[in-house]
């Protein structure tokens, strides 16, 4: 169960805005974080994942991993960041067979799209990513739940201006 600690709700005009943020938070995020990324078919969770995983320093393409469920990604300070796409899993039990634990550590970074599909398997999020339609653009709905979640969120936000 995740208790959420603090909130921030935003509107996202367009994917530009969703890529600023992402490359914020890519700035401030120095240690390991579980995101968990929230909403219907597209409203831009990819997108913010792959806005994350390029600032944090990956130079390749960053593909959907829905059909393999998690894609590896070498980024900065020697770390991982590990991009799930849970969409396909027919039943949460199917995550234990991925080796999935072994990418929750101290030091790697794992986003998480459909997290609902796996509810039950997954250790606590620091932050969780509610994106959803808006009328020209989409709304995101941030929740921290950890100690570091928190302090991210303070981080970014400080300097993150729409």
């Known amino acids: ?95 234990e067979f991925t080796g999935a634990r072994d990418y929750f550590n101290e030091t790697d970074v794992c986003l998480l799209e459909w997290p609902e599909k796996a509810e039950g398997f997954l250790p606590p999020a620091d932050w969780i990513c509610e994106f959803s339609h808006a009328d020209e653009g989409r709304n995101l709905i941030i929740s921290a739940c950890s100690d570091k979640g928190k302090k991210l969120m303070l981080q970014v936000f400080c300097d993150f201006r729409l």
């Open 1 to 95: 169960m995740n208790k959420v600690l603090e909130t921030k709700q935003l509107f996202l005009a367009d994917e530009l805005q969703q890529v600023a943020l992402a490359a914020n938070v890519a700035k401030h995020l120095k240690t390991s974080f579980i995101m968990l990324l929230k909403g219907d078919l597209g409203v831009g969770k990819t997108t913010f994942a792959r806005g994350f995983i390029q600032a944090s320093g990956f130079d390749g393409v960053v593909k959907s991993p829905t059909y393999t469920l998690v894609e590896p990604y070498p980024i900065t300070e020697n770390r991982m960041c590990y991009h799930f796409d849970l969409y396909r899993l027919a039943y949460p039990e199917e995550l």
